[in-house]
């Protein structure tokens, strides 16, 4: 039985390794870190720092030839041990991904409204088509996605990279999940859509109480929406604290090099909350 008290994830002594033709390499090293129920949690680090793949054995979704140990509890569970099955139950409901590009996430065969129904009706069992469709078009509506119920009809390639974005978090929030994982949810946009999606998934955490991962490699990007931060840098965790702690007085030297290459932080994110942040969007959304 788990205490409340416990954290939400406890990700232990990670070791995510790939087999290649000159041996095995590890491309994450004995990472360790907890995320407590409620809080949002920053895994800030280059390109090749291991983030995303962190994320990646959580969700058990390596690529092929990849291997992990160590220990990934979630709500008291051991994830590692679980059978495909067990796990795919667990994975999109309970714990629900939010990936960098929504268009390669997206299929473009099939209205976005028909995606959100057939992945809350995978999760579901026993659910109407009818109830599934009413889900879908209030996790939109939850996004801010205007004409919901008319736009849940269209296909990705009637929203623009910011909409999309937003439908693939509202496809995550239909589920109601416990654990958010967002990996890099506002590398390919604009710096006032990049505003618009961090504000909402913000919104999102603080309304429906779920935990959530932020990946990302750029400290601005966790500043305001994070409690806490994991600093990685080539497989291994190099710092971890609070996210006002690493951004006051950072211990570690690639943590403040990080933060050297972003000297504007404050203001730029001043200014994506202070501009125009609700700009058009096809269809007359937000």
């Not at 659910?127 to 736009?151: D, F």
């Amino acid at each position: 039985m788990t205490n409340a008290a416990d954290p939400l994830l406890q990700v232990s002594g990670l070791t995510v390794s790939f087999r290649t033709a000159g041996g095995t390499t590890d491309v994450v090293e004995d990472l360790s870190f907890d995320v407590a129920r409620g809080e949002s949690v920053g895994i800030v680090g280059e390109s090749g720092s291991g983030k995303s793949m962190t994320s990646l054995a959580i969700m058990d979704l390596l690529p092929k030839g990849g291997e992990k140990t160590g220990s990934i509890r979630f709500d008291g569970q051991e994830l590692t041990s679980l059978s495909e099955r067990r796990m795919r139950a667990i994975r999109g409901d309970r714990i629900a991904m939010i990936f960098q590009d929504p268009l390669s996430s997206l299929n473009p065969y099939y209205t976005v409204g028909t995606q959100i129904i057939e992945a809350y009706c995978s999760h579901r069992s026993g659910v109407t088509r009818r109830e599934a469709r009413r889900v879908a078009i209030e996790a939109l509506e939850r996004v801010h996605i205007r004409e919901a119920s008319t736009r849940v009809d269209h296909y990705p390639h009637q929203f623009s990279g910011g909409m999309r974005q937003r439908i693939m978090i509202a496809m995550a929030l239909a589920m109601e999940p416990d654990l958010i994982i967002a990996d890099e949810p506002t590398t390919a946009l604009d710096v006032t859509v990049q505003a618009q999606i961090l504000d909402l998934l913000d919104e999102i955490r603080a309304a429906s109480g779920a935990s959530m991962i932020l990946i990302t490699h750029d400290l601005a990007v966790v500043s305001e929406v994070t409690d806490s931060i994991v600093v990685m840098r080539g497989g291994r965790m190099v710092e971890r604290g609070r996210t006002e702690q690493i951004f006051s007085d950072p211990q570690a030297d690639y943590t403040q090099r990080l933060l050297d290459a972003v000297p504007r932080i404050d203001d730029e994110i001043g200014y994506m909350r202070t501009t125009d942040t609700v700009g058009t969007f096809p269809g007359g959304a937000r």
